[in-house]
């Protein structure tokens, strides 16, 4: 088994979850991460408004220390970046609007470690720690992600892509390979016990969808 290294970031996000999902795929690519990152977000409920974290699994420590470096580096120097501000205000408050500039609050965690503020910190280190658990944790970005599109069999989705299983609501004995899948090309898989899975639903014509539609949804929702 590939051992991940896992670096959380919290920026103290209260918007939807698709913007959640932009904020985490725009921090990929500003830090440099390439297509081998497992990155999730991850509900907090601790601290003075629930909001949502972020969580990036890299197969080489080496990638995950710099990403650290990068993140404590920017919180030192106060400059957020293009996107490192997002969902904090200048002031600290949780739940600001995306914010850009010097001044924009964050928390990073990694190995044990913390920076930034407390509440930031914090809810870094939630995020790293249920992925690093892979007790929790809903991926965005994954390897066969950007493949997972259209409609697929079931077999199929699992072959090319990190899912592990699909969970059917209200069928215990899940689904079999040949049954066919309406991904609406927004396809989000959660860690449970160890496992990648895809919770669907029953949907016309005998398919299959993901429970999960692609629409906002409010960060406080559990996910």
Do not use: K, N
């Amino acid at each position: 088994m590939t051992e991940w290294y896992v670096v959380g970031v919290d920026t103290g996000h209260t918007g939807a979850l698709r913007e959640a999902d932009h904020l985490l795929r725009a921090l990929a690519v500003e830090l440099g991460l390439h297509d081998d990152v497992l990155g999730c977000t991850h509900h907090v409920r601790d601290g003075r408004r629930p909001h949502t974290a972020l969580s990036f699994a890299l197969p080489s420590e080496r990638a995950a220390r710099t990403a650290w470096l990068r993140l404590t580096t920017r919180i030192e120097s106060g400059e957020s970046g293009t996107v490192l501000g997002a969902g904090a205000g200048e002031d600290g408050r949780v739940g600001a609007g995306a914010v850009t500039g010097p001044g924009a609050l964050l928390g990073v965690a990694f190995d044990g470690e913390r920076h930034g503020p407390d509440e930031f910190a914090a809810g870094a280190a939630h995020a790293a720690a249920e992925h690093t658990a892979r007790t929790g944790g809903r991926a965005v970005l994954y390897p066969g992600a950007d493949a997972v599109t259209g409609v697929m069999t079931v077999g199929r989705l699992l072959d090319i892509s990190a899912v592990d299983r699909i969970a059917v609501l209200g069928s215990p004995e899940g689904a079999s390979p040949e049954r066919q899948l309406v991904t609406r090309d927004h396809v989000r898989p959660e860690w449970r016990d160890g496992h990648l899975v895809l919770t669907a639903m029953p949907a016309a014509g005998g398919t299959l969808v993901p429970f999960e539609v692609p629409d906002p949804t409010p960060c406080c929702a559990d996910h």
